[in-house]
Nanobody, 121 residues
């Protein structure tokens, strides 16, 4: 599966953004999907993950209650709705596909290019 993330941008603290990840490939619905983020000089950080059916979700403590991951298997899309954004959410955000529901980046074999989110204070 190939992935392409979009929807990033510049937003003020407290604002909202929705990231989208478009997947190509007939097997999309069999993958667990995740969002990660990375800032320069730091390791890639887990944000959220969702099971293949959408019935299970998993969030980093830093975003739980503010971010929501969802998917539409009919459209081969994964979303990350972000509200109450903070300056520390500033990062490049990546979507990725895995065979398990995991917060570990090593479990994800397919990665999209990043989309930049910048939150101003």
């Amino acid at each position: 599966v190939q992935l392409q993330a979009s929807g990033g941008g510049l937003v003020q603290a407290g604002g909202s953004l929705r990231l989208s990840c478009a997947a190509t490939g007939r097997t999309f619905s069999s993958y667990y999907m995740g969002w990660f983020r990375q800032t320069p000089g730091k390791e890639r950080e887990f944000v959220a993950a969702i099971s293949w059916s959408g019935g299970r979700t998993y969030y980093a403590d830093s975003v739980r209650g503010r971010f929501t991951i969802s998917r539409d298997n009919a459209k081969n899309m994964v979303y990350l709705q972000m509200i109450s954004l903070k300056p520390e959410d500033t990062a490049a955000y990546y979507c990725a596909a895995a065979a398990v529901l995991s917060s570990g980046s090593r479990d994800y074999r397919n990665w999209g290019q990043g989309t930049q989110v910048t939150v101003s204070s």
